[in-house]
């Protein structure tokens, strides 16, 4: 209409501009969805690894107050008995009841551990020894319930080694 109304007038008609900047709305265009989804992406993949870390820490929280809950029966217990403990550097008290499967060690002045290593807490009796679990030091104190297959009193010996990460087998 325009180059029609232009050359009734006698004048040329302005060349047509519109394409150059359709191409160069589309090209930006085309960039901000690629943005938009390498971000949506970005978004879902720390969204994937905050509900891992929320399960860890529920997993977490659940142990820990099991452990408490059992330590609280524990120690309850009117026929709990009580030890010290003391090795070459480091001591501690155990507690236990005498048909119980169920103690609690608990380790003070205990010497700071490389990268990777833990403690394990070890049950012996006639020549053979079970793990009885693992445990963290911080601070040089640390403590580990013991759960046993049998009752506690029926083990000569209970003693601690330093282990690699998850612990060593029986």
């Known amino acids: 209409v325009i180059a029609a109304v232009a050359g009734a ?43 891992r870390r929320i399960n860890q820490q529920s997993t977490q929280i659940a142990s820990n107050r099991q452990n408490w809950q059992t330590m609280i029966v524990l120690l309850n217990d009117q026929s709990l008995q009580w030890f010290s403990l003391a090795g070459t550097q480091a001591n501690g008290h155990f507690w236990s009841t005498p048909r119980g499967q169920t103690a609690c060690l608990v380790a003070q002045q205990l010497p700071q551990l490389a990268a990777g290593q833990v403690y394990q ?16 030091a911080r601070d040089g104190n640390g403590w580990v319930l013991i759960r046993a297959d049998e009752p506690i009193a029926d083990y000569d010996t209970v003693f601690v080694t330093v282990e690699p990460g998850d612990g060593s087998p029986a």
């Not at 807490?121 to 963290?136: C, D, I, K, N, P």
């Open 9 to 51: 007038a006698g004048v040329a008609a302005p060349a047509a501009q519109a394409a150059p900047v359709r191409r160069l709305f589309g090209a930006r265009a085309g960039w901000a969805a690629l943005a938009f989804a390498a971000l949506a992406i970005a978004l879902l993949g720390w969204n994937v690894t905050l509900q």
């Open 121 to 136: 807490v070890w049950l012996a009796r006639g020549g053979e020894q079970s793990s009885a679990g693992t445990f963290e």
